[in-house]
């Protein structure tokens, strides 16, 4: 086991922390464990780069795993605790279970799809980082941040439809044979 590997390990078992913590209305805890959960994830990424023999292919897959669970946990309780708008939860928890769907659709169909991060995924993951930390700020250090939190909803919102809409185009373009995903 890998020090990165370790470290993501971490990053899962804060995930049932920071629920705890937003169901309990700790947001300046939430956050703080947020935030150690952000830095761990550039520090782990950076040993699996820079330190011959830390990355590993478990780490390539455990790695979003962990970021993945962390945001979308944050987005469910705050959306439940109505402290986030439902729709913007939907639509975000809806285009990952439409990328998952199309991974293991591709797979049952013995076509495997390539799992490679577009830019605007990444700008959409980007988006929702800060979101969550400006939400989660917000709430728990009580910054006056309503009207960025609102611009930022509404820029997770556009570019969470982007990013579903590239997914499918590239998915479909994989299913029939036209390309890459």
């Known amino acids: 086991m890998t020090i990165p590997n370790l470290i993501t390990l971490a990053r899962l078992v804060a ?10 209305g700790d947001f ?13 994830d550039g520090v782990d990424g950076a040993i699996a ?10 780490g ?7 970021d993945k669970a962390l945001l979308v946990s944050i987005f469910v309780v705050l959306a439940a ?10 639509l975000v928890v809806s285009r990952d279970v439409l990328i998952v769907g199309g991974v293991i659709l591709s797979w049952l169909a ?9 830019l605007i995924s990444k700008a959409n993951t980007a988006a929702q980082i800060l979101y969550a930390a400006l939400l989660l700020g917000a709430l728990g250090l009580a910054w ?9 909803g509404w820029l997770v919102a556009a570019l969470t439809l982007v990013s579903a ?7 479909l373009a994989f299913m029939q044979g036209e390309g890459g995903a």
Do not use: C, N
């Not at 006056?144 to 930022?152: A, K, S």
């Open 49 to 58: 780069r820079h330190v011959p023999g830390q990355a590993s292919e478990l």
């Open 81 to 90: 605790t109505g402290h986030a708008p439902m729709w913007l939860t939907v």
């Open 60 to 66: 390539r897959l455990l790695d979003p795993v962990a």
């Open 165 to 171: 809409a590239a997914y499918v185009r590239g998915w």
């Open 110 to 118: 013995s076509k495997p799809v390539p799992i490679v991060p577009l």
């Open 28 to 40: 300046g805890w939430a956050f703080a464990v947020f935030v150690i959960a952000g830095i761990s």
């Open 15 to 24: 995930v049932p922390a920071v629920i705890l913590l937003l169901l309990d």
């Open 144 to 152: 006056q941040l309503e009207p960025l939190v609102d611009i930022m």
